[in-house]
């Protein structure tokens, strides 16, 4: 805190500066310094040009002339016109109406759906206690089954697929009863072999098996599975290769689930 | 500006017939310059049967091919149309990361891949000085034909990589009602 008796009588002084000679503050603010609104030349300078402007050239005419033109054209009315010309297209595409939804085709098992990167057809759906052989296992005293969907695949795309629970064509099969998550395991249903390869044209059936609460399905209950299209993408910049994303339901499979017990 | 200051119809012309002149010359430049993947692409190393072929850190003799209807391993055996290869492989300059990991058959454009379901050469660490001798085997739909060319590398990354390539026709293969398909063993001779 500064005392306020040091303030005061600068706060006066500068109360005091109209009061002083209108030159003095004239030459305050002149870069010339004391002395030049005395001189001639600055009245001169200071001066407002009263010449009267030259005659403007052709050029400028030619714009005026221009601008003149554009003048009259009625821009207030092309908010108005713009309005009414969305409001034409709008309802030549039929208005604010909710678009109807493409339906998506429903098959049974046994149908094959068929896209740029695989055809598959959901075959049969298998309730068993336990799997082991295709990867799910099962724990009886927490109430757990296993929900297994047959599905044929076979590999369109032009090069060999790992199909793996966690992503690649799996990801394109979902149960919606699951809603849709990965399954627990792939394998082959010939072999066993798990994490298979699809070599291309060369169909093979795979085995998807899901480890479900013991009261989720019961036998002979119908289950939707939902089969997506997939689009191509080819990676540039920073990422390298292809690879397919952006899935949509392209198919709903209706399946009866069978009831196998422990599977004998 | 009068008739007389214009300048003379040629030098007027000249700075026009030079922009063209660099335009079509860039559209040549540009159809003769490569592509932007050319400076990664593999290199590949055409191998002749019972040949040894080399790449940078792999060289491969292709003994055998044949196609049959019937493959086994062990207890393992699986019906199809089937491309065996007998190939034996060893390091060049270092052991370090060299399995023989990419083997895959082109046919028709399109990309399979050497079987995983049977103990084969797919996978296989190489040595330096004694080579590895196996199968590979390539599961193909009934109707393939033509020519298909087995590429082998050591990674399947094989940008500016060493590949070795085999050509097979299909047609012209012998055909066996079944093979085995060999897991890697040492052999005496590359």
Known sequence: MSPPGRRRPRRSGSRRAPARPVAAAAARHSWRGVGAPRHPYAVV?????????????ARATRFARLRAATDRVPTRWFAGIGTAVFLAATAAFGGLEAVAVAEVPRLAAGEQHVNDRVALTVQRAVLLDTFPEAGATADPAQGERVLALLVDAENRWDRAEMVQAGGGVASTIGVEALKSTPPTSVARYDDASRDPWLQPLVPVALVLTWIVPGDLFTDGEEIEVVLSDQTLWSGSFV?????????????????????????? | MTAARRPPLLRRIAPWALGLACVVAAWFVALATPADTVAWEPFPVEART???????????????????TSVFSGGWRAEGTWVVVDVAAEAVSSERGASLTSAQLIVDGRTYRATERAETMLDERLSIGIARRGSLGFELPADAAGTAVLQLALNPDTRADSVIEYRIDLDALPVAAERELVDAQWAEAP
Request: no cysteine; aromatic share 4%.
């Open chain 1, 45 to 57: 300078v200071t001066a407002p040009d009263l010449d009267s402007p030259p005659a403007p050239p």
């Open chain 1, 239 to 264: 990422v390298d290769g292809d690879y397919w994303s952006d899935p949509r339901p392209a198919a709903v499979v209706t399946v009866p689930i069978e009831d196998r017990g422990d599977g004998s």
């Open chain 2, 50 to 68: 019972g040949e040894p072929a080399a790449g940078r850190n792999l060289t491969v003799t292709v003994h055998d091919a044949v196609r049959a």
